[in-house]
């Protein structure tokens, strides 16, 4: 199973930029589908942006034009480049990673393999 670090949070001030980090280990990053989600306080999991083992990209509406997800299998690491943060992009960033998209797409923990996160706070 593959292990996820994440990285690259922090306080920033709406129009700022941030890019988050997800260091892979214990398996292949490359036989992996990988996402980003995150949670606001008292919300559910939103998926931010998917990036398959193609190099396929898809992002929700709310970030589309703004974030931009990547992936470099040499270096076992995933990124979420942010620009133009709001206040509603607060929110704790996971990292995520399943073989089947199926699983990748349920966005909650014990489907796939997911991160502790990382804390990303644009304040209003």
């Known amino acids: 199973q593959i292990h996820l670090v994440e990285s690259g949070g922090g306080l920033v001030q709406p129009g700022e930029s941030l890019r988050l980090s997800c260091l892979a280990s214990g398996d292949n990053l490359s036989r992996y589908h990988m996402a980003w989600y995150r949670q606001a306080p008292g919300n559910q999991h939103e998926m931010v942006g998917t990036v398959f083992t193609g190099g396929t990209t898809t992002y929700s509406d709310s970030v589309k034009g703004r974030f931009t997800i990547s992936r470099d299998d040499d270096q076992k690491s995933v990124y979420l480049q942010m620009n133009s943060l709001k206040p509603e992009d607060t929110g704790d960033y996971f990292c995520?990673?399943?073989?089947?998209?199926?699983?990748?797409?349920?966005?909650?923990?014990?489907?796939?393999?997911w991160g502790r996160g990382t804390q990303v706070t644009v304040p209003s």
């Open positions: 995520v990673g399943a073989r089947n998209v199926a699983t990748l797409q349920a966005g909650r923990p014990g489907y796939g393999a």
